[in-house]
Nanobody, 119 residues
Framework: QVQLVESGGGLVQPGGSLRLSCAAS????????MGWYRQAPGKQRELVAT???????NYADSVKGRFTISRVNAKNAVYLQMNSLKPEDTAVYYC?????????????WGQGTQVTVSS
């Protein structure tokens, strides 16, 4: 049974920073792309950033220059450093991973962590 567990969300003032963490556990053979998505109230879930197993990254235009995605393959973990946060960054943030197990390959999602940017 594979699980993704996120942590690090919370309330922060505009201009502040937060660091999200996500760790995958279970009978994992390998992990391809890992990423972060977010969903604001009344909006569709959207891509924030992704990172491949060889550490190639991709960002949504709205977060470029403010957010940094990273991962530690040995820990099956992915991180999102969020700086210069804006109220429009408020959303539930979800971790996502393309994972291969003995049973096959599929996409897994974390349970989500709330990020609120407000004064």
């Amino acid at each position: 049974q594979v699980q993704l567990v996120e942590s690090g969300g919370g309330l922060v003032q505009p201009g502040g920073s937060l660091r999200l963490s996500c760790a995958a556990s279970g009978s994992i053979s390998s992990i391809n792309v890992m990423g972060w998505y977010r969903q604001a109230p009344g909006k569709q879930r959207e891509l924030v950033a992704t990172i491949t197993s060889i550490l190639s990254t991709n960002y949504a235009d709205s977060v470029k220059g403010r957010f940094t995605i990273s991962r530690v393959n040995a820990k099956n973990a992915v991180y999102l450093q969020m700086n210069s946060l804006k109220p429009e960054d408020t959303a539930v943030y979800y971790c996502n991973a393309d994972i291969i197990t003995r049973q096959g390959r599929r996409i897994y999602w974390g349970q989500g962590t709330q990020v609120t940017v407000s004064s």
